[in-house]
């Protein structure tokens, strides 16, 4: 398949191999804390909002991003956009931004929100994003909190909640609207300003200036913004393709290019979008991370990596069995995904020289499966996509390991908001699927003595807006406290095991982290989402929903009418079966004492719209447990019901 040939290919280069250093702190034999040299110099006059003329000084023609247009990508040269740039600052400008200003923007993924990023820091400004979800109690909380005095809208829904959010307001912010033309009438707006405008707000930009205040998803109180500066944003991007791009060309052969389709509210599609920028890695915008609308952009874009989220390659993996079960092809499937982990599993070993090599009879049952199924299920991401980078929540390996299997390389991280992103990342030539790998270089990672995970590092939030005593307490002589906990192994890999405000602690005693659970539990088709409970209690239970599409598709090759209610199927003795699977998988990953011994399948789904995810997809555990009270104390009153 390649995948052991290809990274082994580029290990053998000095220059990309040893680049990064690893320092390890071990206390009473066992490691605490792990840092990670830097790559390059940091970020020493001037902002980010240089970026689109650095490129088009240096390398004016290159195409640096394709725009979707009349149902064709179209190319977008860095001069064009170093242009289109300009116009629309010298727009904000006219309309009355001042430096340091703040602009929100409440939008789906589009191009039009990475032109305005780079406006807006051209202008001297500072970027407020805005979930396009966002109710209108949430968006008057961060325009209020925030003083944004310019709001950029997407569509005609979006401006009739500003009046609704802003509602009896003394001064509401100046609006414009995308879908009515917002960037035209910005650049119409500016036409009058010269250019030197720009160039002497770009020149009165420091490192140190606020870039954007990003706003926590909010699983529990208000959302806090995030002040991140120039020099964190800057030293996230560098970080990231200084450690990653090298490899990843080296390994394809092709310049990079990406899809994006995580939420540009969110501070890691956002700064994935500054990294490809600053590399000059070609980019399209897809707004939508459902797989019926995600699936066509990529075929058409055609990318060569993507930054996802688990939810993403769960989907792709759960079609791929939804199309074989439907051709009656199910347990055909189930022979390729263990054929696929092993061989992964194999490789993975025989290049980090663990073990042999995959053997013949596992060689040609890779091959034969790859011409079944794997082939389509790299054609499901374009078909040149060879690696993935997967945040926002723990990946389950077995899963890692079916795509590596499949010839997809997919690599972890984890961060926050206040990080910028990725604060540890999978080194390229060395994977470790289960963990969310080392520091990012120029940053140390440090385990408390109660576990927690702490941050420290450029990347790191200067404060909280509005907010400094939270600062304080999140900011421990220079080290950031994420709330999460955690472990090193030896090598300085980063594993998370759960949230520390989320421990279950059973009256038997028993400290229980949920989100190993939930992880494992959410990959097993048909469930969708869940919610693990347990404090206070005398043994874990959880909470299932359905997926609509994994059901959908239960019931149709079961012969089911498709309108089947989910009270109906609760006790259904066949799905329960089936989701009894999923609780299993999910026990596998823990002891007896901390796995799941009741369930119940519930009616509705959490969602953003009804409170109980976050934007960002994270449960709200308290409104899940408020809304579903009486199903909670029917699992210990015998109401539930595992083996």
């Known amino acids: ?39 390059g110099e940091p ?126 307001w003394d001064r509401a ?20 300003l010269d250019d030197a405008e720009i160039t002497a707000r770009r020149a009165a930009v420091t490192p140190e200036d606020v870039a954007t205040i990003c706003y926590t998803s909010g699983t529990t109180g208000r959302p806090k913004g995030c002040v991140l500066t120039h020099t964190a944003l800057h030293a996230e991007a560098a970080a990231t393709i200084g450690l990653l791009l090298p490899v990843f060309e ?31 890695v070609e980019v399209g915008h897809c707004p939508s991370i459902r797989p019926d609308d995600l699936r066509p952009e990529l075929t058409s874009f055609r990318p060569t990596f993507v930054v ?19 051709i009656g092809r199910g347990a055909s499937f189930e022979r390729a995904h263990r054929i696929a982990t092993r061989f992964g599993q194999t490789e993975l070993d025989a290049y980090l020289g663990r073990g042999r090599r995959p053997g013949p009879a596992l060689a040609a049952a890779r091959a034969l499966y790859d011409l079944l199924v794997y082939r389509r299920v790299r054609a499901a991401l374009g078909g040149r996509l060879r690696y993935a980078i ?42 470790r699927p289960g963990t969310v790998g080392t520091p990012v270089p120029g940053v140390s ?64 005693g028993k400290n229980v982290s949920p989100a190993v659970l939930e992880d494992r539990l959410r990959s097993r088709p048909p469930v969708g989402q869940c919610l693990v409970v347990g404090d206070n209690r005398p043994f874990v239970a959880a909470l299932v929903t359905l997926e609509a599409d994994a059901l959908r598709h239960w019931l149709r090759v079961r012969g089911r009418p498709a309108d089947t209610p989910v009270a109906e199927l609760a006790d259904d003795p066949e799905l329960r079966e089936d989701v009894q699977r999923a609780v299993d998988h999910a026990n596998g990953a823990v002891s007896r004492a901390e796995s799941i011994r009741a369930f119940r399948v519930v009616t509705g789904e959490f969602t953003e719209e009804n409170g109980m995810l976050t934007p960002s997809l994270k449960v709200r555990r308290a409104a899940v447990e408020a809304a579903y009270a009486d199903e909670i104390a029917g699992l210990y009153e015998g109401g539930g019901g595992g083996r």
């Open 308 to 326: 996802g989220v688990p939810y993403l390659f769960e989907k792709i993996h759960d079609t791929a069995r939804a199309t074989a079960e439907r």
């Open 445 to 508: 990672v440090r385990i408390a003595d109660d576990g927690e995970v702490l941050i420290r590092g450029p990347i790191v939030l200067s404060s909280y807006w509005n907010a400094p005593g939270t600062a304080t307490d999140a900011l421990r002589e220079g080290w950031f406290a994420t709330g999460d906990l955690g472990s090193l192994d030896d090598q300085g890999y980063l594993t998370i095991t759960g949230r520390k405000k989320d421990l279950l602690i059973t009256t038997g």
């Open 250 to 280: 080296e390994i394809t052969g092709q310049r990079a290019s990406t899809l994006l389709f995580l939420p540009l509210a969110h501070i890691l599609g956002r700064t994935i979008q500054l990294s490809c920028l600053m590399a000059r």
């Open 43 to 168: 970020l020493r006059s001037g902002g980010v909002g240089d970026i689109p003329y650095t490129n088009a000084a240096q390398a004016p023609e290159t195409v640096l991003v394709r725009r979707k247009r009349g149902g064709e990508w179209r190319p977008v040269t860095a001069a064009a956009f170093a242009r289109e740039v300009t116009a629309v600052a010298k727009g904000l400008i006219a309309g009355g931004l001042e430096p340091g200003g703040r602009v929100a923007v409440m939008a789906r993924t589009r191009y039009e929100w990475q032109l305005l990023d780079f406006a807006i820091w051209a202008a001297g400004g500072c970027g407020v994003p805005v979930y396009p979800t966002s109710s209108a109690d949430q968006l008057a909380w961060i325009l209020e909190d925030s003083g944004a005095e310019q709001l950029i809208v997407e569509t005609p829904d979006h401006q009739a909640l500003v009046a609704e959010a802003t509602a009896g």
């Open 390 to 431: 997967s945040g926002g929540s723990p990946l389950d390996p077995e899963l890692n390991r079916f795509f590596l299997g499949c010839g997809i390389v997919i690599y972890e991280g984890y961060g926050l908001t206040e990080t910028c992103a990725a604060a540890t990342l999978v080194p390229p030539l060395e994977p």
């Open 173 to 192: 912010p100046q609006v414009w609207q995308l879908d009515d033309g917002a960037v035209d009438e910005l650049a119409r707006l500016g036409e009058p």
């Open 1 to 39: 398949m390649g995948i052991r040939r290809d990274l082994r290919r580029a290990r053998s280069r000095p220059e990309l191999a040893e680049r990064v250093r690893m320092e390890l702190v071990r206390e009473d034999g066992v490691v605490r804390q792990a840092t990670a040299s830097p790559l």
